[in-house]
Structures are given as C-alpha cells and as structure tokens.
C-alpha cells in the first residue's frame, strides 16, 4: 500500500542506488539540500509531510531514473503502472478517503496537492489505482455535480498527472476553495472551467489563484 513511509522509503532507496545519502540526492536534483532529511519528513505539529510531484520529478530527471522503476523501489509494490483500458482489475488496495466539505481546510494537501496530515479516512480500491504516488478519493457531498455525480459518489484523484482540454479535474484556490470541473482551456495566465452541473455558472482564475489541480481518473458510483 502507498504510504507516508513507503514513498520516503522509496526516495531513500533511489539515493541509495545512485550511491547518494538524501541530501545528496537533493542537491543532485536542484532542491535544498535538507529537502529529503528525515527531520522535514514530520511537520513541528507531528503531521506528516509528503514529497511534492515536483520534488520527484527533479530526482528523477537528476538520476535519469523512470517512474516505473521508482514505483519498484515501493516496498512490496508491483512494478507495472498502467491501467486497463475501460475498467481496474479486481484486486483492491487502500487509499486516503475525504469530503469536498473538508478538502478546502488547511492541513490536508501538501504544496503540490498530495495528501498530508492527518484527518483522512480509507477506502479500498482496485490496486491499480491504489499504487499510484499519492491518489486518493474525495467523496462528493450534496448536488452540486449534478447530473454526472451524486452525493455519496467517491472520485478518485491523481495530483500531479498531466492535464489536457476536456478532462474532468479538481481544483483548489489560495481562497480555499475545492471544486470538481472540466478543463476548457489553459493558459500561462489563466484557466478557464467549466461546471459539471449546468445551474452552476462556469469559472475563470487567473493562474496566480489556483494552489493546485489533480485530473480525476475514476468515479466509484
């Protein structure tokens, strides 16, 4: 199962193979150098803190590593990354689980939208889903998505994937606020969605007022 302690674990054992300590691995990849110290790995409240995609992205590009070989270095963690076409293979794993109504709260997402701290729940989903690097569930509260989900339904996000026209994303503000919509259009300046519910009016931001942005890559309905 990801966790807090397998993808540190993950980070350490890449370093490890590149005969790097983690400050060496971190400065290896542009980052400061006490980035990855297991001192940074808990906040001074004791909630854990968890490596931005970005930070990963840059060791990654800095020891020439994949992410298929990164997600090996996962504690009992299969190797294979994609997902079937149409559906997720039976076997289930653990996710992080929370409400839209709590997702705007501080503590939950670090920087780059993964989940951190405490405060979450669980919920079992299909293994190919579950061993992404920090997917996790929202579960929709009232009828704001309305007609494409209801209130109950879990959508299953991954922060950091790549994001296109058309996909269906949630996004949260500096403000705060988290909401599910579909990408129209995007800019070095601003960003264009459109609502899931067509009583709800559809919203612009300027770039500078999104904290993050995660593509939705199931519905559990």
């Given at each position: 199962m990801l966790s807090h302690e397998t993808i540190w674990k993950?980070?350490?054992?890449?370093?490890?193979?590149?005969?790097?300590?983690?400050?060496?691995?971190?400065?290896?990849?542009?980052?400061?150098?006490?980035s990855f110290n297991k001192s940074k790995r808990l906040g001074p409240d004791g909630r854990l803190r968890w490596p931005s995609t970005e930070?990963?992205?840059?060791?990654?590009?800095?020891?020439?590593?994949?992410?298929?070989?990164?997600?090996?270095?996962?504690p009992n963690m299969p190797t294979q990354t994609s997902l079937p076409e149409g559906s997720f293979p039976p076997q289930a794993g653990s996710i992080p689980l929370l409400g839209f109504a709590q997702a705007g709260a501080g503590g939950f997402f670090d920087?780059?939208?993964?989940?951190?701290?405490q405060g979450w729940d669980v919920v079992d989903f299909p293994v190919a889903a579950s061993r992404r690097p920090g997917v996790y569930a929202l579960e929709v509260?009232?009828?704001s998505m309305l007609p494409l989900y209801r209130d109950g339904d879990r959508l299953i996000v991954e922060p950091g994937a790549q994001v296109r026209r058309g996909d269906r994303i949630v996004v949260k503000t500096r403000e705060g606020e988290v909401m599910a919509k579909v990408l129209m259009r995007q800019s070095a300046r601003t960003i264009e969605l459109m609502s899931l519910n067509p009583d709800h009016p559809n919203r612009t931001f300027d770039m500078a007022e999104i904290?993050?942005?995660?593509?939705?890559?199931?519905a559990s309905q």
């Open positions: 993950a980070i350490d054992t890449l370093a490890e193979r590149h005969e790097l300590t983690a400050s060496g691995l971190a400065r290896k990849a542009g980052l400061d150098p006490t930070s990963i992205s840059k060791v990654l590009d800095a020891t020439g590593a994949t992410v298929e070989q990164f997600l090996g270095y996962l920087d780059g939208g993964f989940p951190a701290g509260q009232g009828d904290e993050w942005m995660a593509r939705i890559i199931w």
